[in-house]
């Protein structure tokens, strides 16, 4: 019996690892700026709000939205400031560095199906 919750226990510890593993993927995007890594993650369609507009994209539409947004705003890092996890749902909140200024930062995924899959990114003035 002793077994059997181990099993379930270390089930439930690589379960929540892989669960976070796309989010941590996509801040390690955001570190960097890189779009394409970030896209990989994209739903079908996804919210993205910037501090001078706010749309809800198709998954094309928003790849180009958020490559000129790090066009425009060269990332230099991305500091996590809390990460958690609600009924599969994931989200980051964190503060975008760039050379135009610093961004309040919140990424929010959502369970579909067995993916992981990026719904909002926000970014407003800090």
């Known amino acids: 019996m002793k077994r059997f919750f181990t099993l379930i ?3 439930l510890l ?3 690892f892989t669960l976070f593993s796309n989010l941590d993927d996509v801040i390690d995007a955001m570190k960097t700026g ?3 890594q ?3 993650y ?3 369609a996804i919210e993205i709000t910037m501090p001078d507009k706010s749309n809800s994209y198709s998954k094309s539409q928003a790849e180009l939205v958020l490559k000129d947004f790090f ?3 060269a990332v230099k890092n991305f ?5 958690g996890e609600n009924a599969g749902s994931q989200y980051c909140i964190g503060t975008l560095i760039t050379k135009s200024g ?3 930062t919140t990424i929010f995924m959502k369970q579909k199906g067995n993916k992981q899959l990026l719904q909002e990114i926000r970014f407003e003035n800090r």
Not at 79 to 83: D, N, P, Q, S
């Open 42 to 44: 994209f739903d079908d």
């Open 14 to 16: 690589l379960g929540s």
């Open 71 to 73: 066009t425009t705003n």
């Open 102 to 104: 610093s961004f309040r």
């Open 9 to 11: 226990a270390v089930g």
């Open 38 to 40: 970030i896209i990989k």
């Open 34 to 36: 890189n779009t394409a």
């Open 79 to 83: 500091e996590v400031v809390h990460k």
